[in-house]
């Protein structure tokens, strides 16, 4: 079952997470291979869509946020767009948009950021938001400081984290067709100035000294993890040969109901909102051309189909300019 772990080092400025996405995972990619349109991912394409998927319930885990946090990847490749959404009860979906070939050995530049023009979005979308209201949203790109192309979402999220929240954060992913897995490391601010009160001068600097010295013993700690020991061996065993000699406290770990699952949010109310806002006309044009207007849900591959008679009841009883989403 698809688990997260939330650890902190005692006495430490540091904090960590671990996710094992399995089920979920494996959800998420069977239903990809059993849409006859698009087939199976490459394995680039799910090595990217993995990570980015462990990525997404860590940093979903990682804030205190009532709404859903959304990872998006798009640029200049054969892969359009990468979108991972966490909801903070942790179920999650995930997909990829691919015009295009990619290589069986595609690096991450080759697949979204030819001429240096991908990027990567973070959203935080509230609960209940109101109209007119904005998200909040980040974007950066995937090269970094020199302009020298990344070629890990790691490295770039490890940027966004560092710009964004100005926290020191360390980050291993690695996905294949089996598990999606990621471990967070984050140095955490110093607690208020009265933390060092009553210090001298270098005693404050000794102190802050420590508490990077910390940071980075557990750093390089995190780092030494192997990708294929992070997919291949259970939590319990990867804390303990990482941290053993550390004060490592743990808590109660987030698996089953109260994991991270596979959950589409879906629906054909939601499908007809977006129909309806494709105008009259429009509408009119597909039934005329196919006989009703079918759409498929990328992220789970249900399919909601509207008849001449389904679709006319979208438009009845409503103003033709009313936006979507106003009525429920
Ligand atoms: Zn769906």
Same mark, same amino acid.
């Given at each position: 079952?698809?688990?997260?772990? %939330?650890?902190?080092?005692?006495?430490l400025p540091?904090?960590?997470?671990?996710v094992?996405?399995?089920?979920?995972?494996?959800?998420?990619?069977?239903?990809?291979?059993?849409?006859?349109?698009?087939?199976?991912?490459?394995?680039?394409?799910?090595?990217?869509?993995?990570?980015?998927?462990?990525?997404?319930?860590?940093?979903?885990?990682?804030? %205190?946020?009532?709404?859903?946090?959304?990872?998006?990847?798009?640029?200049?490749?054969?892969?359009?767009l990468?979108?991972?959404?966490?909801?903070?009860?942790?179920?999650?979906?995930?997909?990829?948009?691919?015009?295009?070939?990619?290589?069986?050995?595609?690096?991450?530049?080759?697949?979204?950021?030819?001429?240096?023009?991908?990027?990567?979005?973070?959203?935080?979308?509230?609960?209940?938001?109101?109209?007119?209201?904005?998200?909040?949203?980040?974007?950066?790109?995937?090269?970094?400081?020199?302009?020298e192309?990344?070629?890990?979402i790691?490295?770039?999220?490890?940027?966004?984290?560092?710009?964004?929240?100005?926290?020191?954060?360390?980050?291993?992913?690695?996905?294949?067709?089996?598990v999606?897995?990621?471990?967070?490391?984050?140095?955490?601010?110093?607690?208020?100035?009265?933390?060092?009160a009553?210090?001298?001068?270098?005693?404050?600097?000794?102190?802050?000294?420590?508490?990077?010295?910390?940071?980075?013993?557990?750093?390089?700690?995190? %780092?030494?993890? %192997?990708?294929?020991?992070?997919?291949?061996?259970?939590?319990?065993?990867?804390?303990?040969?990482?941290?053993?000699?550390?004060?490592?406290?743990?808590?109660?770990?987030?698996?089953?109901?109260?994991?991270?699952r596979?959950?589409?949010?879906?629906?054909r109310?939601?499908?007809g909102?977006?129909?309806?806002?494709?105008?009259?006309?429009?509408?009119?044009?597909?039934?005329?051309?196919?006989?009703?207007?079918?759409?498929?849900?990328?992220?789970?591959?249900?399919?909601?189909?509207?008849?001449?008679?389904?679709?006319a009841?979208?438009?009845?009883?409503?103003?033709?300019?009313?936006?979507?989403?106003?009525v429920?």
């Amino acid at each position: 079952m698809s688990e997260l772990h %939330k650890f902190i080092f005692e006495g430490l400025p540091v904090r960590g997470m671990l996710v094992r996405l399995t089920d979920a995972w494996q959800d998420i990619l069977a239903r990809r291979a059993a849409n006859s349109e698009t087939g199976a991912y490459p394995a680039p394409v799910r090595q990217l869509l993995g990570e980015m998927a462990a990525a997404g319930v860590l940093m979903q885990g990682n804030i %205190k946020f009532n709404g859903a946090l959304v990872l998006q990847i798009f640029g200049d490749g054969p892969v359009k767009l990468g979108v991972v959404e966490v909801q903070p009860d942790l179920s999650l979906r995930a997909t990829c948009t691919q015009v295009g070939e990619v290589a069986d050995d595609a690096t991450l530049s080759q697949m979204v950021n030819v001429n240096n023009e991908g990027r990567c979005a973070i959203t935080l979308d509230p609960l209940g938001r109101l109209p007119g209201q904005q998200p909040y949203q980040g974007v950066v790109p995937l090269f970094g400081d020199r302009g020298e192309k990344l070629e890990n979402i790691s490295d770039v999220l490890e940027h966004y984290m560092l710009q964004s929240e100005q926290l020191d954060t360390v980050l291993v992913l690695a996905a294949d067709d089996q598990v999606a897995a990621g471990l967070l490391i984050q140095r955490l601010p110093v607690e208020g100035e009265g933390n060092l009160a009553g210090q001298t001068g270098s005693q404050m600097r000794e102190s802050v000294l420590g508490q990077s010295e910390d940071f980075s013993r557990i750093s390089i700690l995190t %780092k030494s993890l %192997k990708r294929e020991e992070l997919l291949g061996l259970d939590a319990e065993t990867i804390l303990h040969r990482l941290y053993w000699k550390e004060p490592l406290a743990r808590f109660e770990p987030f698996v089953g109901e109260t994991g991270p699952r596979f959950a589409c949010r879906c629906n054909r109310e939601r499908v007809g909102h977006m129909i309806r806002s494709l105008g009259t006309e429009e509408v009119e044009g597909i039934l005329a051309e196919q006989g009703q207007v079918e759409v498929g849900c990328d992220f789970c591959g249900a399919q909601y189909r509207f008849d001449p008679v389904d679709a006319a009841g979208l438009f009845t009883g409503l103003p033709a300019d009313l936006p979507p989403g106003a009525v429920h």
